[in-house]
């Protein structure tokens, strides 16, 4: 899983409540087990219309917003079924951070196993993210895991919480495997009595 320590970028705004997975990548969608190519497919049916045309007022489809690597969004985002689809769907669109007042517990969980940081913080300063966000590409947003900052266009900051260990495990890239393989030597040390005391189990 790649770090995350500091993000600067443009910030997507979608003023939109209850925003559920099913939204950011439809059912039809989650045949693959691969966490690549769902980019494509993110948000599908706001995107792109019946026939497969762009739906050329869509946010991430003008061109301020197509290379966003933070979405500004409205409360309860990541709500409906727990399927990880949707943060890989963010991620490989290129969304790295994603600020609301608020996230379904299980969406929530899933973006820090891959590498996405999800932000909550009181409406107001939600407002004024969206509003900043709205200014496109000449206003972008810096996110700094480090110091939990954000930083907006005219230099104001915004603090927000995260917990000590999720932190940890994004400023070092670190997902439930990374998090396994740092005791590998633990583990290859237990395998190896193992196999002395019960060779049973290996042959």
């Given at each position: 899983?790649?770090?995350?320590?500091?993000?600067?970028?443009?910030?997507?705004?979608?003023?939109?409540?209850?925003?559920?997975?099913?939204?950011?990548?439809?059912?039809?969608?989650?045949?693959?087990?691969?966490?690549?190519?769902?980019?494509?497919?993110?948000?599908?049916?706001?995107?792109?219309?019946?026939?497969?045309?762009?739906?050329?007022?869509?946010?991430?489809?003008?061109?301020?917003?197509?290379?966003?690597e933070i979405l500004v969004t409205g409360e309860?985002?990541?709500?409906?079924?727990?399927?990880?689809?949707?943060?890989?769907?963010?991620?490989?669109?290129?969304?790295?951070?994603?600020?609301?007042?608020?996230?379904?517990?299980?969406?929530?969980?899933?973006?820090?196993?891959?590498?996405?940081?999800?932000?909550?913080?009181?409406?107001?300063?939600?407002?004024?993210?969206?509003?900043?966000?709205?200014?496109?590409?000449?206003?972008?947003?810096?996110?700094?895991?480090?110091?939990?900052?954000?930083?907006?266009?005219?230099?104001?900051?915004?603090?927000?919480?995260?917990?000590?260990?999720?932190?940890?495990?994004?400023?070092?890239?670190?997902?439930?495997?990374?998090?396994?393989?740092?005791?590998?030597?633990?583990?290859?040390?237990?395998e190896s009595k193992q196999k002395l005391s019960?060779?049973?189990?290996?042959?």
């Amino acid at each position: 899983m790649d770090k995350f320590t500091t993000l600067t970028g443009v910030g997507a705004p979608l003023s939109l409540v209850n925003i559920d997975t099913d939204m950011i990548i439809p059912k039809q969608f989650l045949k693959t087990i691969k966490r690549t190519g769902l980019g494509k497919s993110l948000f599908f049916e706001m995107r792109f219309d019946d026939a497969g045309n762009e739906v050329e007022d869509f946010v991430l489809n003008q061109p301020a917003w197509r290379n966003a690597e933070i979405l500004v969004t409205g409360e309860n985002f990541g709500c409906g079924s727990s399927r990880e689809h949707a943060p890989w769907a963010l991620l490989d669109f290129g969304i790295r951070c994603v600020i609301a007042e608020s996230f379904a517990d299980i969406f929530y969980n899933n973006c820090f196993k891959n590498g996405i940081l999800p932000i909550r913080l009181p409406k107001e300063d939600v407002e004024k993210l969206l509003e900043d966000a709205e200014r496109g590409s000449n206003a972008t947003i810096t996110v700094d895991l480090e110091s939990q900052t954000i930083k907006g266009p005219d230099g104001g900051t915004i603090n927000f919480e995260v917990e000590e260990f999720r932190k940890h495990c994004l400023l070092n890239g670190l997902d439930d495997i990374g998090l396994t393989m740092q005791k590998k030597e633990n583990i290859d040390s237990f395998e190896s009595k193992q196999k002395l005391s019960e060779p049973w189990l290996y042959s």
